[in-house]
């Protein structure tokens, strides 16, 4: 076991070791034997198993309810076929959570890769550089997930009594983590212009101009940065924050990088690119320190031959200057099932991977050693308890009991919390829209469904919906609307209990109909929950100061004015 957790070992070497031993997971093939929609089928199903298990174990609301809770329950459910020969599951609530769900993730994941993807290649076709830069802390099993977190990426304030501490405008105030420290330091920065006054002694005013200052983002052409933020676990080292950031580089930005202009491009020096490099290492790792001693990152690494060439394992910089980056893109998102990057940019990205031992793919990558992502703890809760396998053939490590301690220590310490980050104004710098809320990402789920076209399926009540999700038959039910043999989808229902009224054949036509119909209610329920809340926040915004006196005083008025009309009326 000690053979899997050896310092300096690398994700390729992780890859590359035979099978055997506890990390190993059942019905594991080697990718060669696999095809591709294999591969991609096989992974689907991983990810339905750990939702299912996300149902159970969660604490969050929302993911007990993903996949199982009905949208709509006058239209009830659809189990359709498209015309690509998929099965698609049409009226139920998704959670939208790319933390906490393995299915959500895949497809918010998928939509995130696209979006960085075109900002990327843009970036690159106008003249542009990227850097790849891997920021980890120091880390053992005795640390904390949510103060690691806190450490890197900031944390709501806190007073003394635990209440969130608020700004004068209500909003939640947050103490900045490492992350944010490095995006405001003005070393980096630099500094505007400063002019200052003062009184002379016979009253006029004097001023002073401090000239604006260029900070290290002048030199290197920083535009802005995008941040995918990861969490993995080793039996060894415990828990692994870590971030993969795809910097900008190379823009002439006429203003801030968040509301400036990109006016030009330009090829950063090596000088330049190694002053950023060394301040991000010293601020980083004095960033850190600050927080807690105990998670400073190594600056300088003995190991022979190390990839992190002598520097230290908490920051790793990787620049990339060709458009042969698909790779690079999945490295970032990491999302799409069976995807290979291509080889000859593999080799940059085991060199930026490899000392830190950095993931490469949050949602689907199998870490054989005794290291796993949190999504594999729902898979080894899967095999343990659904499946009933053998420890030792169960995927990741760990009892069941301490799988679920540690996926509750997970979901608490990373609710809230941002995985994929694009700095404010960069969007802009390569002519897109979109932002990373939360709205966006529950889009992305549901898109994926919506842009189907289904050539047949059934549709179940809610009651024969409940049957088969209580019955997890699910996976039984896409096999009966892949094969089309969709008479037989109520005998599914019949056997588990349920009735064979309740489930409803329906051609191309039919179903195009029905869905439309859930769209538009669907649509109608989000639009006055929208308007409700709009109305709420205006109450909320212009509530009079003095408010419990508002009510009072308007009713004695009216009470006034009605005496005065009666009054009126009865002198008449
Ligand atoms: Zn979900
Ligand atoms: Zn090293």
Redesign the pocket.
Known sequence: MTEFSKSGQTASDLRERPEGGAGESEGAQRPSEQTRADKAAAAAIRRYQG?KVLNRVSGIDA?GG??RRVLDPETGVIYARSTRGYVVTIGLV????IWF?P??SGAIRRGRTEELKTGALRWLAAGGTLAVVVLTARHNRTHELARLAAAMWGAPMLDADGAPVRDRNGKPRRVPGAYQTMLTDPRFYGRPEAVSWWERKDGSFGHSVRAAEQGIRHRIGYAGMVRASEVTRSLEHGWHPHTNGLVFLGGKVNGTPAKGKVAGYFTPGGDALEEWEDWLRELWTGALAKADPEFTPSTDCYTRDCKCEGKGHGVMVKLITSADDEALIEYLTKVQDGKAPAASVRADLDAASGAAMETTRADNKSYRGQSMTPFQMLYRLHDLEVARLKPARAEGYGTAAQCRIWWAEYESAMAGRRAIEWTRGLRGHVQLTGDDSDETNKAF?FEQDKNQELTGGVILTRDAHDKVVDGDAELHMQDVIKTESYDTAADVVVDLGGRADHVRVATAEQLARVQADLYERVNAKARKRRSEQQVAEWMAKYKPAKSALAAPVEAVNLLAHIRAARHALTVQ
């Open positions: 939702r993911c993903c996949g998704r959670c939208g959570r769900c299915e959500c789920v």
